[in-house]
């Protein structure tokens, strides 16, 4: 009886919320990165990016990693959050590989022991059931390999953490993120609106839902360009907007905060999975971030 590799996290999702095919996979990625080509922002540090199907959020996503310059060794930190697994803090992983249909991205495993001596108790070891029901990471991991075949891989699932966790998290990640031959992926969809979001805020000032929805994304994207952590806390605990990706952003938001680094965050891409114009419709919003060297 086949028995799968227990040191390398499967591609669960291939087939279902992306196509499991490498070939097949490689173009539509292609067709995405071309669709988004532009302007490239050099000097990228930071990207926040969705993880939806990659038929909904794909095109959203390569908004970000189009600007990303494909190099040879790079150190990718992704950090996502917990959408089935309670994490008090957040959590490392022990295996080797991480496999995608385009071929097997390695993990930092020196790195992610260093962390687990300095996050102390703000972190647990997960495992390779709980790492390949989670979607949130696996969903970049096509386009990581794209980008970067050779890379090391630092997968960081970031669970219900406080303000004073993000803060202490932050602080023993922000070395990580100075180095140049390092970048973080932020892995977050924005609005997760409708009945079976248990989520219906409508303020018809702004017009339809789906325009009320983008004015309430609109206020979190300007806080997220602004670097300014606290306001975004304070917006979350105001809004409650159903954020997914809140606790990774949050880390970030520190993170920039504390490395000095002069650095511009600007939103390349926004959409929602349909506009919603009726009570009983539903959407999910995605967005685009890049966050560079000034």
């Known amino acids: 009886m086949f028995q799968p590799n227990q040191k390398i996290r499967e591609a ?14 490689d173009a539509q990625l292609n067709e995405f990165l071309q669709k988004a080509k532009g302007d490239t922002i050099p000097n990228i540090k930071a990207i926040i990016g969705p993880h939806a199907g990659f038929s909904y959020s794909g095109p959203t996503a390569a908004f970000a990693y189009q600007h990303l310059v494909q190099k040879e060794r790079m150190r990718v930190f992704l950090l996502g959050p917990c959408h ?9 992983s022990e295996l080797e590989m991480y496999e995608t249909p385009l071929g097997n991205i390695e993990l930092d495993q020196p790195t992610i022991k260093q962390l ?25 991991l096509p386009f990581i390999y794209k980008l970067f075949p050779k890379c090391k891989l630092i997968p960081i699932m970031v669970g219900a953490t406080t303000e004073e966790q ?19 992926v932020i892995s977050s969809d924005f609005c997760h609106w409708g009945k079976r979001f248990q989520y219906t805020p409508y303020n018809k000032e702004h017009g339809e839902i789906h325009q009320s929805i983008a004015q309430l994304d609109g206020q979190a994207i300007k806080i997220i ?4 952590h606290k306001e975004f806390y304070k917006y979350l605990d105001e809004t409650e907007n159903t954020i997914c990706g809140r606790h990774p952003i949050c880390v ?14 600007q939103l390349t891409k926004y ?3 349909s506009q919603v114009t009726k009570p009983n ?8 971030f890049v966050t560079s060297l000034i």
């Open 12 to 25: 669960s999702h291939a087939g279902s919320w992306y196509i499991g095919d490498g070939k097949q996979l």
């Open 84 to 92: 089935h697994t309670y994490i008090k803090g957040i959590g490392l």
């Open 166 to 184: 993000d803060a202490q998290v932050a602080s023993v990640l922000v070395k990580y993120f100075v180095d140049p031959n390092t970048v973080f």
């Open 225 to 228: 360009e602004s670097h300014n």
């Open 252 to 265: 970030l938001l520190n993170i920039i905060n504390l490395s000095k680094l002069q650095l511009k965050t």
């Open 281 to 288: 419709d539903s959407s999910v919003s995605y967005a685009a």
């Open 116 to 140: 687990s001596a300095e996050l102390k108790k703000n972190f647990v070891f997960t495992n390779k059931d709980i790492e390949e029901q989670e979607h949130s990471l696996e969903m970049h």
């Open 271 to 273: 959409n929602q999975s």
